[in-house]
């Protein structure tokens, strides 16, 4: 295995760029613009020069590598915090019950609730890999390796963690909900109001969203069938996230309605599960399968890859390829979990 997992830095504009025109739009944390990508980088550079450990609006941007080519295969990023420069707005899906004596019948509907609840959260987004390396190993390494630096900075983060998942939009581009709702309020196309947000922030949203709540009942068949669902593309990662202890908790997004899983960051099955130790040996290469995801360095000199650890008396034996890929050796210190 030659993946690594490291941190973005100014000379990877390039990759991310080409890795944004291939979402397929939708992706509001990879959008295929250079100066918002740029803009990305810089933001990325200074968060991991800061020193401090205090909880700030620190937005943590990582590649995934083939060290046997050099290639870029893949992206994720981190956010300390949301709601910080500008609101995070989302949908809260809810019920209002109402009786009435005289008909002797009750009725439950659906209601659409904008809100800021989730503000303060951590973000793990911007997750995109290369349909050729959709293995299971490469992308569990890229999805999880942001929960083992959560762990080595946890200072850094949140109490919640939330995951937003891009939601159903048809092979043009367009979205069902968008349609159904927003779309009603704007002069844009969904595509346009993403790529707006994504560039922009979304005080816009607060301008000239309706503010009462919203009764379900009214929206097209189409948008409410799409509440709370992803994009097909995206079941594989909403699996990964139930795994790691996230649930979809009524929240969706108010541009696509795709559904916002929650986690307490500390009940993160990856951050639970992680430990830290010294290594006291190397191993010699074998066949074997990489049994962790193993991880060194602090900040801007975070690296993450598989490997296989070996845990005995307080240290572990690491095997040689993962040494050489984090550049560690005997009296370094790593954190793992099981992969």
Same mark, same amino acid.
């Given at each position: ?7 973005a ?6 990759a ?12 509001t944390?990879l959008?295929?613009?250079k100066?918002?990508?740029e ?6 550079a200074?968060s ?5 450990d ?5 937005l ?5 590598e083939?060290?046997e080519t050099?290639?870029?295969r893949?992206t994720?990023q ?22 009435s004596?005289?008909l002797d019948?009750t009725?439950r ?7 800021t609840?989730?503000?303060?959260a951590s ?6 890999l ?18 083992l630096?959560?762990k080595?900075?946890?200072?850094r983060?949140?109490e919640?963690?939330l995951?937003?998942?891009r939601?159903?939009?048809d ?16 002069d844009?196309?969904f595509?346009?109001?993403d ?12 301008d ?15 948008a ?11 079941r594989?990662?909403m699996r990964m ?5 996230f ?7 108010? &541009?696509? +309605? ?5 986690a307490?960051? =500390?009940?993160?099955? /990856?951050v639970?599960? !992680?430990r830290? *130790?010294?290594?006291?040996?190397i191993?010699d ?6 049994s ?9 000199? &975070?690296? +993450?890859?598989?490997?296989k650890?070996d845990?005995? =008396?307080?240290?572990? /034996?690491?095997?040689? !390829?993962?040494a *050489?890929?984090?550049g ?12």
């Open positions: 295995m030659t993946f690594l997992l490291r941190t830095q100014e000379k990877d504009l390039e991310l760029y080409r890795m944004a025109k291939g979402t397929g739009g939708g992706f944390n959008p295929p613009d100066p918002t990508l803009a990305k980088l810089t933001r990325t200074k991991f020069a800061r020193d401090g205090e909880i700030a609006n620190d943590f941007v990582f590649i995934l083939d060290t050099g290639k870029v893949g994720c981190a956010f300390s915090q949301v709601g910080t420069e500008f609101p995070f707005y989302s949908y809260r899906l809810g019920r209002i019950t109402q009786h004596k005289e019948r009725f509907a659906e209601m659409l609730t904008l809100c609840d989730l503000d303060g973000e793990v987004g911007g997750l995109y290369d349909a050729t390396e959709r293995s299971a190993g490469v992308g569990k390494l890229l999805a999880r390796s942001r929960y630096f959560i080595m900075h946890r200072a983060f949140g919640t963690t995951a937003e998942l939601g159903a939009i092979d043009a581009g367009n979205s069902p909900f968008w349609d159904g709702l927003a779309g009603r309020f704007f844009m196309s595509r346009d109001a790529e707006f947000n994504a560039k922009h922030g979304n005080q816009f949203i607060a000239l969203m309706p503010k009462h709540p919203i009764y379900c009942a009214l929206l097209s068949e189409a409410r069938q799409v509440m709370g669902q992803p994009h097909y593309s995206g594989p990662a996230l139930e795994n790691e202890n649930s979809f908790q009524n929240y969706v997004d108010i &541009f696509d +309605a795709g559904p916002t899983m929650i307490r960051t =500390d009940q993160i099955r /990856t639970q599960q !992680a830290s *130790a010294e290594i006291t040996g191993a290469a074998d066949d074997a399968e990489a962790h995801l193993v991880a060194a360095g602090r900040l801007a000199d &975070f690296r +993450a890859c598989l490997g650890v845990a005995a =008396d307080g240290g572990v /034996t690491l095997d040689a !390829a993962a *050489a890929l984090l560690v050796g005997p009296g370094d210190v790593v954190t793992y979990a099981s992969a």
